[in-house]
């Protein structure tokens, strides 16, 4: 069965701070897929980044970068001098390629940025 | 471009009312989603249609109605809901129903039932 664990509810850090999100997944498919959302207070949910599993590479975009390891099944976030702007919730998900085509959510972290 | 559009974006109703959500994409995605989202929850899926035919449907009541006019129109209809019924109701598009797809989401629509 597809799981999608988000450790951390609430996560408070003052501007500036670098913020690592975590994601820890659980899945019995070689392929697989990864997703991170972002969820602002006004709702709509924001693609940030999709992840294949066989692609560990790490990526960075701006301040943002995501660490994909699949020995540790783990698909982590961390944003960079962190920004109000970056207050949020934050969704990891994963999908399978032989699934019921459905993407399932992890609990989310609701992060703060603090000024 | 990868917007979504959501109509309307709040919406209050009574038990006894019906009324619709709207939600529209213009990007040739041939999958199209709905959701509910209730606060401090991860979205539930409701309602998968796949070349404008319906291929999930997550047990949900029949007081929610789809329908997929177009491939480009995704409507919920809304008859004798109740106050748990209240959420975030969104809809998301992708290019297919299989899971290497992003699913691109509306803004939402925030719906209260009284």
């Known amino acids: 069965a597809q799981k999608v664990t988000q450790a951390q509810t609430e996560i408070s850090v003052v501007e500036k701070e670098d913020v690592t999100l975590d994601c820890v997944y659980e899945?019995?498919?070689?392929?697989?897929?990864l997703f991170w959302y972002k969820q602002p207070p006004s709702g709509e949910l924001v693609f940030l980044i999709r992840?294949?599993?066989?692609?560990?590479q790490n990526e960075i975009s701006g301040r943002y970068s995501w660490n994909f390891q699949k020995s540790t099944s783990s698909f982590n976030f961390t944003i960079t001098a962190s920004q109000v702007v970056d207050s949020a919730v934050y969704f990891c998900?994963?999908?399978?390629?032989?699934?019921?085509?459905?993407?399932?959510f992890g609990k989310g972290t609701r992060l703060h940025i603090l000024p | 471009d990868t917007e979504v559009t959501q109509t309307p974006k709040h919406l209050v109703m009574g038990m006894t009312n019906k009324k619709s959500l709207k939600c529209e994409q213009h990007m040739g995605h041939r999958a199209m989603y709905w959701y509910k989202q209730k606060a401090k929850k991860p979205p539930e899926l409701m309602f998968v249609y796949s070349y404008e035919k319906l291929s999930i449907n997550e047990s949900v009541p029949s007081r929610f109605s789809p329908e997929c006019p177009n491939s480009s129109l995704l409507n919920l209809h809304l008859h004798a809901l109740q106050p748990e019924d209240s959420a975030l109701y969104l809809c998301?598009?992708?290019?297919?129903?299989?899971?290497?797809?992003?699913?691109?989401f509306g803004p939402g629509t925030r719906l209260t039932v009284l």
């Open positions: 998900a994963l999908s399978e390629a032989t699934g019921d085509d459905k993407i399932i």
């Open positions: 992840r294949n599993s066989f692609d560990e």
């Open positions: 998301a598009s992708s290019q297919g129903k299989q899971g290497a797809h992003t699913q691109y």
């Open positions: 899945t019995r498919d070689t392929t697989y897929y």
